[in-house]
């Protein structure tokens, strides 16, 4: 047996505000979307480079107030990217942490908090 992946699920509950905030914020793509029904909860996948998330309207998928760690390559060109887009509701920070990595926090519109990280060069991570 060999694990290959994963992919988070993360609860919302305005599709306008989550496609707002990870697709046209954090620019990830929409990769495609599914409902039971049409008046029925939505639940979609999202992709940027080789990390893909899950958005989920649906009620017992998973609790709001998540946090998950996305490991990155040129955190400080992602960080300027993010502050230039004058988003209205975040202004993420870059932080360097006590092991050795560069941090840039956001948290999306439902209170799920994405921490992007780099490690520096001198710390790397060790698998």
């Known amino acids: 047996m060999k694990l290959s992946g994963i992919i988070p699920i993360l609860r919302i509950f305005d599709i306008t505000k989550a496609k707002e905030f990870y697709l ?4 990830f793509k929409l990769d495609w979307e599914h409902r039971f029904e049409n ?9 940027r480079d080789h990390t893909q998330l899950h958005l ?7 609790s709001p ?13 992602f960080h300027s990217r993010l502050v230039s887009k004058n988003y209205r509701f975040a202004r993420p920070g870059l932080e360097s942490t006590p092991w050795g990595s560069k941090e840039c ?5 439902f209170g799920n908090r994405i921490i992007f990280f780099e490690y520096e060069k001198v710390n ?3 698998s």
Do not use: K
């Open 56 to 62: 989920s309207e649906h009620h017992g998928d998973c």
């Open 124 to 126: 790397q991570h060790v």
């Open 105 to 109: 926090t956001v948290t999306d519109p």
């Open 65 to 77: 107030g998540a946090a998950i760690r996305i490991e990155v390559t040129g955190i400080h060109e």
């Open 39 to 47: 008046d029925m909860p939505l639940y979609l996948q999202i992709s």
């Open 24 to 27: 046209e914020y954090l620019d």
